[in-house]
T-cell receptor, first 111, second 112 residues
């Protein structure tokens, strides 16, 4: 059972525009959510996180929004840059060690 | 990232052979994790360690064992490899259980 779902396998946006990546989860026990970015032949790199007690967290061009009632979170990248092209994984954590990942969304930012 | 080295980076082996993957970290992080990444599944936790000699199972632990005899090393063993264990394996570390994990660059394992 996939408790964290990223329903869009790919997303293409123009440089300078906003990228919005979405993630849904089913387990209401998740209390910490993270986004990771992955380039080919490298490990995932931590990008940004949000606690379940918050609904927004911002770090530079990256903002994560959490809607607990809808069990939905999203990552906004503004403005998008060609170097942002990568696979983005949503992850959710509960019980400290049990982290579940979505299948990933491949973002392509076109110059 | 976080001084994590995985070895080997690539390995091809035959069904039924034992395989050991090594993860070495230089950050003195208490927690270490092994994941596998397969198409359509993202990353799935195999085993994790919360201290020397302290390990526990993850979501997909069947067919795998781990050992941690010192802080910096976490070994993943496939006692008798099967073709379903062909995957990319990632090691991760974290200072605490509820903190972002830092990943190594992965080991691509093919079992023929």
């Amino acid at each position: 059972d996939q408790q964290v779902k990223q329903n869009s396998p790919s997303l293409s946006v123009q440089e300078g525009r906003i990228s919005i990546l979405n993630c849904d989860y089913t387990n209401s026990m998740f209390d910490y959510f993270l986004w990771y970015k992955k380039y080919p032949a490298e490990g995932p790199t931590f990008l940004i996180s949000i606690s379940s007690i918050k609904d927004k967290n911002e770090d530079g061009r990256f903002t994560v929004f959490l809607n607990k009632s809808a069990k939905h979170l999203s990552l906004h990248i503004v403005p998008s840059q060609p170097g942002d092209s990568a696979v983005y994984f949503c992850a959710a954590l509960y019980n400290n060690n049990d982290m579940r990942f979505g299948a990933g969304t491949r973002l392509t930012v076109k110059p | 990232d976080a001084g994590i080295t995985q070895s080997p980076r690539h390995k091809v082996t035959e069904t039924g052979t034992p395989v050991t993957l090594r993860c070495h970290q230089t950050e003195n992080h208490r927690y270490m994790y092994w994941y596998r990444q397969d198409p359509g599944h993202g990353l799935r936790l195999i085993h994790y360690s919360y201290g020397v000699k302290d390990t526990d199972k993850g979501e997909v632990s069947d067919g795998y064992s781990v050992s941690r005899s010192k802080t910096e090393d976490f070994l993943l063993t496939l006692e008798s490899a099967t073709s379903s264990q062909t995957s990319v394996y990632f090691c991760a570390t974290a200072p605490g259980g509820n903190q972002p994990q830092h990943f190594g660059d992965g080991t691509r394992l093919s079992i023929l």
